[in-house]
């Protein structure tokens, strides 16, 4: 049985998911506020954090701050219809997906599931991917850059990987959505975008130029390294 964390003051709601998940087969341990949550989700004792933005004690956005500083845990963030630059600062920092308020339980459960089958994801048929200066085992799910760890999150891995194994060919946004978060792509849906641009930080230019094209109105190019300039 999974355990997830949710931080989220809403005592009555986070009652209703600990019943819902459980029919799930989820063991939900929940705490409303961002000192007891931080301390909890550093506790390794869950797969997978659920955090709400609005917080007493630290506001959810310094709570995923400071566990992304030392933790990779995957991380579903909840806010408010209308938070959009909430969404992309937690998205930034490092949080797998966001769901906002009010969101249908299904939706929720789809969204955990989606990540901790990502996040659990091993590659055994799969070796090792090098690409220049960029390595990525499957298999550990590591990534470097000239030998140095990447600290990408479990969704910036699988994005990397898929973006690389495909070098040389545009792979659409729809596609990027579908693989790397399990969900069609939404109305003005930005997450992969933020995905691909937190990529681009870690591993900066390569000695040829861009790495990572956009290719407008269609989605992301890996540029091969016979091509990139």
Same mark, same amino acid.
């Given at each position: 049985?999974?355990?997830v964390?949710?931080?989220?003051d809403?005592?009555?709601?986070?009652?209703l998911?600990?019943?819902?998940?459980s029919? #799930?087969?989820f #063991?939900?341990?929940?705490? =409303?506020?961002?000192?007891?949550?931080?301390?909890r989700?550093l506790?390794? #004792?869950?797969?997978?954090?659920?955090?709400?933005?609005m917080?007493?004690?630290?506001?959810g956005?310094?709570?995923?701050?400071r566990?992304?500083? /030392?933790?990779p845990?995957?991380?579903?963030?909840?806010?408010?219809?209308?938070?959009?630059?909430?969404?992309?600062? *937690?998205?930034?920092?490092? %949080?797998?997906?966001?769901?906002? /308020?009010?969101?249908?339980?299904?939706?929720l459960?789809?969204?955990i599931r %989606?990540?901790?089958?990502?996040s659990?994801?091993?590659?055994?048929?799969?070796?090792?991917?090098?690409?220049?200066?960029?390595?990525?085992d499957?298999?550990?799910?590591?990534?470097?850059?000239?030998?140095? &760890?990447?600290?990408l999150? &479990?969704?910036e891995?699988?994005?990397?990987e898929?973006?690389?194994?495909?070098?040389? =060919?545009?792979?659409?946004?729809?596609?990027?959505?579908?693989?790397?978060?399990?969900?069609k792509?939404g109305?003005?849906?930005?997450v992969?975008?933020?995905?691909?641009?937190?990529?681009? /930080?870690?591993?900066?230019?390569?000695?040829? *130029?861009q790495?990572? /094209?956009?290719?407008?109105g269609s989605g992301?190019?890996?540029?091969?390294?016979?091509? %990139?300039?």
């Amino acid at each position: 049985m999974d355990r997830v964390l949710i931080v989220d003051d809403d005592v009555q709601l986070c009652r209703l998911l600990k019943e819902r998940l459980s029919t #799930e087969g989820f #063991e939900l341990e929940a705490v =409303h506020d961002g000192v007891r949550g931080l301390e909890r989700a550093l506790s390794l #004792e869950h797969a997978l954090v659920i955090l709400d933005l609005m917080l007493p004690g630290i506001g959810g956005l310094d709570v995923l701050r400071r566990l992304r500083a /030392k933790s990779p845990i995957p991380v579903l963030i909840l806010t408010a219809r209308g938070e959009e630059i909430d969404r992309i600062l *937690g998205l930034e920092i490092g %949080a797998d997906d966001y769901v906002p /308020k009010p969101f249908n339980p299904r939706e929720l459960i789809a969204r955990i599931r %989606a990540i901790l089958r990502r996040s659990s994801m091993t590659a055994a048929s799969a070796g090792p991917l090098n690409h220049g200066d960029i390595q990525l085992d499957p298999k550990s799910r590591e990534a470097s850059l000239n030998g140095v &760890s990447l600290n990408l999150t &479990s969704v910036e891995f699988t994005l990397l990987e898929l973006l690389l194994r495909q070098a040389g =060919h545009v792979v659409t946004r729809e596609q990027l959505t579908e693989s790397v978060l399990g969900r069609k792509l939404g109305p003005f849906d930005r997450v992969i975008d933020v995905h691909v641009s937190n990529i681009r /930080k870690k591993l900066g230019p390569s000695e040829l *130029g861009q790495r990572i /094209k956009s290719i407008r109105g269609s989605g992301y190019l890996f540029v091969p390294r016979s091509e %990139a300039r």
